[in-house]
């Protein structure tokens, strides 16, 4: 079970933490944040590979930082200086155990930012 918390309405230029708390070890799991704005299909915003290698869209590279901490099983992103098109409902997902394909969800967390 993935748990994801830290949404809300912003105002443009914020930088929220968004967090994704799992019900079991996070070790092993490779670990993703997407989101998906109104209207628009579900993108790849970060992940963060079980060996911990980190890559980025090009959309936010830059001003969004994902972290895990496996001893606290949660993932986070860290958001800077936030824009209206951030706004979207942010998911969190995971692999299989050393797997590849993020097929496991959990329920989105909405970020709105105001401008």
């Known amino acids: 079970h993935l748990q994801a918390s830290g949404g809300g309405l912003v105002q443009a230029g914020w930088s929220p933490r968004l967090s994704c708390a799992a019900s079991?070890?996070?070790?092993?799991?490779?670990l993703a944040w997407y989101r998906q704005a109104p209207g628009k299909q579900r993108e790849l915003v970060a992940s963060?590979?079980?060996?911990?290698?980190?890559s980025y869209s090009h959309s936010v590279e830059g001003r969004v930082t994902i972290s895990r901490d496996n001893t606290k099983k949660t993932v986070y992103l860290q958001m800077n200086s936030l824009k209206a098109e951030d706004t979207a409902v942010y998911y969190c997902?995971?692999?299989?155990?050393?797997?590849?394909?993020?097929?496991?969800w959990g329920q989105g967390t909405l970020v709105t930012v105001s401008s």
């Open positions: 079991g070890s996070i070790f092993g799991y490779g």
């Open positions: 963060s590979a079980r060996g911990g290698v980190t």
């Open positions: 997902a995971r692999t299989q155990y050393f797997g590849s394909t993020y097929n496991y």
